[in-house]
């Protein structure tokens, strides 16, 4: 999953990204809290989780932000604060589920696996797929089909096609699909991207009479029936 991670201390961010990204997840960092309002709002994250006590813009306010233009992405709100009315007062502002420093990293993945299970419970079936023209990505059952026959796909090719997926008709460039595919914020200068692309070519078009992935020359990619 694609996860947010609003944190300021850095000791604590770098545990709780390390845990998360152990537990097989893709992160991005926020050091603030005006910087990860911004990401909440403009990216598409699986879940979020939120430090309580930020600079510029405190978890709270955040939350109640996010909420009230209905965005519904689970939030995991992470807080010194472990008192009963600290607790309650967090989660009436939003969040899905409240946890208390120092925590455990399993019980922080744990905790993520439930709220974004929870949320997915309550999706109706047309989120859960991802779905263009024939080809159609199960993410409940994390499977993929193309004209209803099973594919086969290693992890990171199924991210990639769920990242395309998710901006269909969208040009996807190199640099968005390293950070939101590989959660690299540079380039390394390989052909990692092309390498991929290439296998996820061959087995979601390669028998097929019209191709849905596309190279944009000098751009990047777009999925798209033409």
Same mark, same amino acid.
């Given at each position: *999953?694609?996860?947010?991670? $609003?944190?300021?201390?850095?000791?604590?961010?770098? /545990?709780?990204?390390?845990? +998360?990204?152990?537990? =097989? !997840?893709?992160? &991005?960092?926020?050091?603030?809290?005006?910087? =990860?309002?911004?990401?909440?709002?403009?990216?598409?994250? &699986?879940?979020?989780?939120?430090?309580?006590? +930020?600079?510029?813009?405190?978890?709270?306010?955040?939350?109640?932000?996010?909420?009230?233009?209905?965005?519904?992405?689970?939030?995991?709100? @992470?807080?010194? @604060?472990?008192?009963?009315?600290?607790? $309650?007062?967090?989660?009436?502002?939003?969040?899905?589920? /409240?946890?208390?420093?120092?925590?455990?990293?399993?019980?922080?993945?744990? #905790?993520?696996? %439930?709220?974004?299970? #929870?949320?997915?419970?309550?999706?109706?079936?047309?989120?859960?797929?991802?779905?263009?023209?024939?080809?159609?990505?199960?993410? +409940?059952? #994390?499977? %993929?089909?193309?004209?209803?026959?099973?594919?086969?796909?290693?992890?990171?090719?199924?991210?990639?096609?769920?990242?395309?997926?998710?901006?269909? =008709?969208? %040009?996807?460039?190199?640099? *968005?699909?390293?950070?939101?595919?590989?959660? /690299? !914020?540079?380039?390394?200068?390989?052909?990692?991207?092309? %390498?991929?692309?290439?296998? @996820?070519?061959?087995?979601?078009?390669?028998?097929?009479?019209?191709? +849905?992935? !596309?190279? $944009?020359? =000098?751009?990047?990619? #777009? *999925?798209?029936?033409?």
């Amino acid at each position: *999953m694609r996860i947010l991670l $609003v944190e300021d201390q850095l000791q604590q961010a770098q /545990y709780t990204q390390k845990a +998360l990204q152990e537990g =097989g !997840h893709t992160v &991005d960092h926020a050091a603030e809290g005006r910087t =990860g309002l911004f990401m909440a709002t403009t990216e598409n994250y &699986d879940a979020i989780v939120l430090d309580r006590m +930020l600079p510029l813009v405190d978890g709270l306010t955040i939350l109640r932000t996010l909420r009230a233009s209905d965005n519904k992405t689970p939030i995991l709100l @992470l807080s010194a @604060l472990g008192e009963p009315d600290d607790r $309650v007062e967090g989660l009436r502002a939003g969040a899905d589920d /409240y946890l208390s420093k120092p925590f455990h990293s399993a019980e922080l993945l744990a #905790r993520i696996e %439930v709220i974004t299970r #929870r949320s997915q419970m309550a999706s109706t079936t047309d989120t859960s797929k991802l779905q263009l023209a024939d080809l159609e990505l199960d993410r +409940l059952a #994390r499977t %993929v089909r193309r004209a209803g026959k099973l594919i086969d796909l290693q992890p990171r090719e199924y991210q990639l096609l769920e990242f395309l997926l998710r901006h269909a =008709g969208q %040009v996807v460039t190199r640099t *968005m699909l390293l950070e939101g595919v590989w959660n /690299y !914020h540079f380039d390394p200068n390989t052909n990692v991207i092309d %390498v991929h692309m290439s296998k @996820l070519r061959a087995k979601i078009d390669g028998d097929q009479p019209r191709p +849905l992935l !596309h190279t $944009v020359r =000098g751009a990047g990619y #777009r *999925m798209g029936e033409k």
